[in-house]
């Protein structure tokens, strides 16, 4: 039986939740990241986790080589989003269920906000993500033309989970009904790729 692929261009909106490590957030000892992938109304849709080396995550926090697989039904894989080790830049890798590339994030150095290029399998760019200085939550994606196609914005999480966890909900927005399957899993990795970079240490303070 061939890999099972969930639709993403019928879903204008996903809610992606991390679950919540309180026994990291006590003894700063950090475990693989764990997400849920929901629909607008609170269906389970898909489950993603992290596959990083324990001593890796210690000793090189956000900084450290993952992959983040993102499965169907327990089994069938229908994203793996890779990260190398890097200093300034991160660059994540997508691929599908069938292993085929579909692009990639790049972090963009920049003195203005944080943002990324999402990048075709050939380097073409398809969209920028930015995140501004005064909306520090909110990732406009921007075609190249300009306009603005999806959001990723991060949800208040309650008192303990932003205190004392680096647990983050992010909801995931499309504006375009005709945004192809391909943009639509790069937006989705874009969540993992903004979590990762700019929200995870905040459970360490």
């Known amino acids: 039986r061939g890999p099972v692929i969930v639709d993403l261009t019928q879903h204008q909106e996903l809610i992606v939740s991390q679950q919540a490590?309180?026994?990291?957030?006590?003894t700063g000892f950090e475990t693989a990241n764990r997400y849920n992938i929901?629909?607008?109304?609170?269906?389970?849709?898909?489950?993603?986790?992290?596959?990083?080396?324990?001593?890796?995550?210690?000793?090189?926090?956000?900084?450290?080589?993952?992959?983040?697989?993102?499965?169907?039904?327990?089994?069938?894989?229908v994203l793996t989003a890779q990260r190398g080790f890097f200093w300034f830049k991160s660059h994540m890798h997508v691929r599908d269920g069938s292993d085929r590339p579909l692009g990639s994030l790049r972090r963009r150095l920049t003195f203005l906000g944080r943002r990324f290029s999402l990048?075709?399998?050939?380097?073409?760019?398809?969209a920028e993500v930015r995140g501004r200085m005064l909306r520090p939550n909110?990732?406009?994606?921007?075609?190249?033309?300009g306009e603005e196609v999806?959001?990723?914005?991060?949800?208040?999480?309650?008192?303990?989970?932003?205190?004392?966890?680096?647990?983050?909900?992010?909801r995931v927005q499309f504006h375009k009904e005709?945004?192809?399957?391909?943009?639509?899993?790069?937006?989705?990795?874009?969540?993992?790729?903004?979590?990762?970079?700019?929200?995870?240490?905040k459970g360490r303070r």
């Open 138 to 145: 909110t990732f406009m994606v921007h075609e190249p033309g």
């Open 21 to 26: 490590e309180y026994l990291e957030a006590f």
């Open 150 to 170: 999806a959001r990723v914005t991060k949800q208040w999480g309650g008192i303990m989970r932003e205190a004392f966890t680096d647990a983050d909900t992010f």
């Open 38 to 77: 929901l629909t607008a109304d609170g269906r389970h849709l898909l489950y993603a986790f992290e596959e990083s080396g324990a001593i890796s995550r210690q000793l090189l926090g956000t900084h450290r080589p993952l992959s983040i697989h993102v499965v169907e039904d327990g089994s069938h894989n």
């Open 178 to 201: 005709s945004l192809d399957q391909q943009f639509r899993m790069l937006t989705l990795a874009a969540a993992f790729a903004i979590d990762l970079d700019f929200f995870e240490s």
């Open 119 to 126: 990048e075709g399998p050939d380097g073409r760019l398809i």
